[in-house]
């Protein structure tokens, strides 16, 4: 069997383009439009490409994007003010603090003080608990972007067997919580579980967030299963001196027995910010009431 191919990139220029075409309803309504404050701390050239390309994204959206741009050195108490500031600002309805933080800054305490109904990244404690108790809030990007992927692609997945591999509480945790909520039988998979591949063979759908290159093996799934890759892995590449990026999925061997896998780069990140984008959305028109 050869796996047909998820394409996230598509999905998500479709969600960005609907996204889009809401933002003029919402500016007829209100007479603004939403907005996404996005804080970077530090120079990590990671963390200033995606910055870059969320205020990119946002602004295509037709949306407002506020770019807070602090020195490496910056106090907790300096960015607890700032993101004071921006919970008390009406034109502000999505606040996004870029992690990780410098070591000097508790991130934790960070996350705390963003009011949780601006919480666009849904990592406050209120969202993390409203997903686990069935409430309206915000889920995180990613996993929601996951779930997006499956439910396209297999409707309704009530009674499937899921497998999560990875234990985060920014992918694994709150990915697991959806999938129960789409009535799924769910198991996390992490380090310390024994015989992996046994695990991950029960399931119709995986969902792989661990961070180790190309971990999965065609070998451990069910013939069949949809596959979500999560992982940005950056290896060295046959030529050398160069380097490339895979997943947590060895994708070669798993689109021989999965009947749908994503690829990586194109599947699951380009859903991350289409989401971000959803979610700012979604807390502006809660905000208008
Ligand atoms: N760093 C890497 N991914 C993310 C994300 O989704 N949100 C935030 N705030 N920081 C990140």
Known sequence: MSAERIDGKAYAAGLRQRLAAAVPAFERATGRVPGLAVVLVGEDPASAVYVRSKGKATVEAGMASFEHKLPADTSEADLLALVDQLNRDATVDGILVQLPLPRQ???????????????????????????????PGFVPCTPLGCLMLLQDRLGDLSGMEAVVIGRSNIVGKPMAQLLLGANCTVTIAHSRTRDLPAVVRRADIVVA????????????????????????????????????????????????VASAITPVPGGVGPMTIAVLLRNTLVAAFRRAG
């Open 209 to 256: 967030a661990v961070g180790r290159p190309e971990m999965v093996k065609g070998d451990w799934l069910k013939p069949g299963a949809v596959v979500i890759d999560v992982g940005i892995n950056r290896v060295p590449a046959a030529e050398e001196g160069k380097t490339r990026l895979v997943g947590d999925v060895d994708y070669a061997s798993a689109a021989e």
């Open 105 to 135: 800054i508790d991130e934790q305490r960070v996350i705390a003080a963003i009011d949780p109904d601006k919480d666009v990244d849904g990592f406050h404690v209120a969202n993390a608990g409203r997903l686990a108790v069935g409430q």
